[in-house]
Nanobody, 128 residues
Framework: QVQLVQSGGGSVQAGGSLRLSCAASGYAYGRRCMGWFRQAPGREREGVAGIYTGGDTTYYADSVKGRFTISRDNAKNTLYLQMNSLKPEDTAMYYC?????????????????????WGQGTQVTVSS
């Protein structure tokens, strides 16, 4: 059974930092696209960052470029999202996600329907 278990998150003041973790189990971690998404109340889920776990290719939404960093530790089967210079508009529920199969193609990394596995979500709240 594939599981993505998230940790981290919480509440922070604007300008602060948080790190999210996503531990994967139940499948060969492999070389595939993984991503972080977020969803604020009343808004659609949006892609925040993506990564190909077999290399160093990363992708970011314009709204988080230069502030967020996605990374992975394949030895620990864990995905991370380091969030710096947080803004109130970053407040949302954050989710990690993994594709169903190994593939180098992450061109549609921000499309949520392309992911088969999802973490349970973790709340990030940024106060002004």
């Amino acid at each position: 059974q594939v599981q993505l278990v998230q940790s981290g998150g919480g509440s922070v003041q604007a300008g602060g930092s948080l790190r999210l973790s996503c531990a994967a189990s139940g499948y060969a971690y492999g070389r595939r696209c993984m991503g972080w998404f977020r969803q604020a109340p009343g808004r659609e889920r949006e892609g925040v960052a993506g990564i190909y776990t077999g290399g160093d290719t990363t992708y970011y939404a314009d709204s988080v470029k230069g502030r967020f960093t996605i990374s992975r530790d394949n030895a620990k089967n864990t995905l991370y999202l380091q969030m710096n210079s947080l803004k109130p508009e970053d407040t949302a529920m954050y989710y990690c996600a993994a594709r169903a199969w190994d593939s180098r193609d992450c061109s549609l990394w921000a499309t949520s329907s392309g992911y088969a596995y999802w973490g349970q979500g973790t709340q990030v709240t940024v106060s002004s």
